[in-house]
């Protein structure tokens, strides 16, 4: 490789290995960063695939079940995520934005339904829906929904966001909305996520500071009135908090200390792929919520240093390639999508390493898990189709015919002999040449 001509190109001074990462992170140049998202992305998804192979095939085997079972179906529903993905990445800034309310109105009802005898409950949480022996989780596409939705408002609204009642309604009711429903299925760790979520696209939207104070300040309280009305997630935090009893080792804080023993007996890199002691019906949903724990205990502290950096990776490649737009719902969509996903990863691991209570939330692109892998891939997937640099269409968009025109004139222009004036004899005979010329061919 020619160094010398790397550094005339980028006007730094050429890198190797590591170097190379350093400066496709530096140049906030969509064309670069926009597939090192996907990279990560990928790569992510790779890891949790593996495993949950890892930590589902003991369990499958202990219940009679196929090893295999749990990790053919993830690997399924990743692939969807990843087809979604990619068709979403080629739609335009208009057409995402046209999804906002039939998302919306789709994901109210569907969370409706999980009421009916459609519904179904999983380790006491109903939020889920079973239809031709498919399960889904309507609450994980809410998110997503609620994102698109909101950023469309608040473009809309940017004149008028001064005045409160514009900046919360209809917003804050949509928002209220879909938290109480999904707490009403006894989801705690989805309710909180989705306030967090439209805390963020609230922040992003240019919602004045005092506004979303207030809105916060009720998010919290409702937070803790949900914890406070639950025997189950009270002794949750009381065994987080150390106030549990001498037995709670065997009851609520079970699952944490067990998940903490794996961490522990990971060391520096792991005991080994698969190797795992805890994922021996020792630690309750280890490949769903708890499976940084197994990586951790599989691949050590090198293995989970790798997987929060590529969640780092992922932060700053969104971040730089969004602060070039200059569209304001394209900023509101993408940041709000890299909050969710790096809050909720942030939750997660916190609550397995023990400074959080246990709230059941998943790790994005790792736990099992369709509809959160799916829902998360394409949260991706819009990240790339608002992010896409100015002027470039996919096709089948009209993006052919707005080049072509584009490039016609273009070639009009750049027929005027350098120095003629736009009206001059010169400049007229050379267009009339580039003309005929056009009606030749």
Not at 1 to 25: F, I, S, Y
Not at 183 to 202: N, P
Not at 331 to 357: E, K
Request: with cysteine.
């Amino acid at each position: 490789m020619d160094t010398g001509q790397e550094q005339r190109e980028t006007g730094r001074p050429a890198r190797r290995g590591l170097g190379k990462l350093a400066v496709w992170l530096e140049d906030d140049s969509p064309g670069r960063l926009r597939p090192l998202i996907l990279a990560v992305v990928l790569t992510l998804s790779a890891i949790g695939l593996v495993e949950v192979a890892s930590a589902s095939s003991v369990e499958s085997v202990a219940a009679g079940n196929n090893p295999y079972d749990l990790p053919l179906k993830q690997a399924m529903w990743t692939v969807a995520g990843v087809v979604i993905m990619l068709a979403l990445a080629r739609m335009s800034v208009r057409r995402i934005r046209w999804l906002g309310w039939p998302l919306l109105i789709g994901s109210l009802f569907a969370l409706v339904l999980v009421f009916t005898p459609l519904g179904m409950s999983v380790n006491g949480n109903r939020n889920w829906l079973s239809v031709g022996g498919f399960t889904a989780q309507p609450s994980e596409f809410a998110k997503l929904s609620l994102i698109v939705w909101g950023a469309g408002i608040l473009d809309r609204k940017q004149a008028l966001l001064g005045q409160w009642k514009h900046a919360v309604i209809p917003l804050g009711p949509a928002g209220a909305l879909i938290m109480g429903v999904v707490a009403l299925g006894h989801d705690l760790g989805t309710t909180m996520i989705i306030m967090l979520i439209l805390a963020a696209t609230m922040f992003y939207g240019g919602v004045r500071m005092k506004v979303f104070s207030v809105a916060g300040l009720i998010c919290v309280a409702a937070a803790l009135v949900l914890a406070a009305t639950s025997g189950n997630r009270m002794g949750r935090i009381s065994s987080w908090l150390g106030m549990g009893s001498d037995e709670d080792a065997q009851g609520m804080g079970y699952q944490a200390q067990h998940g903490a023993y794996a961490l522990a007996s990971g060391s520096w890199f792991g005991v080994g792929l698969g190797q795992s002691r805890q994922k021996w019906n020792w630690i309750p949903e280890a490949h769903n919520d708890f499976i940084f724990s197994i990586l951790g205990e599989e691949l050590g502290f090198a293995g989970s240093l790798l997987v929060l950096g590529l969640f780092a990776i992922l932060a700053i490649a969104v971040f730089k390639t969004i602060a070039r737009t200059t569209d304001t719902f394209s900023r509101i969509v993408a940041c709000s999508i890299i909050t969710w996903i790096l809050g909720q990863a942030v939750i997660n691991i916190a609550m397995v390493s023990g400074l959080l209570p246990v709230i059941g939330v998943p790790l994005p692109f790792i736990s099992y898990g369709g509809s959160a892998m799916v829902s998360s891939l394409a949260g991706i997937g819009v990240i790339l189709a608002v992010t896409r640099p100015e002027g470039t269409v996919s096709p089948g968009h009209g993006g052919s015919s707005l080049r072509r025109g584009r490039l016609g004139r273009a070639r009009l222009r750049g027929a005027r002999p350098e120095g003629a004036r736009p009206n001059s004899p010169v400049a007229g005979r050379a267009a009339k040449q580039v003309r005929e010329h056009a009606h030749q061919r």
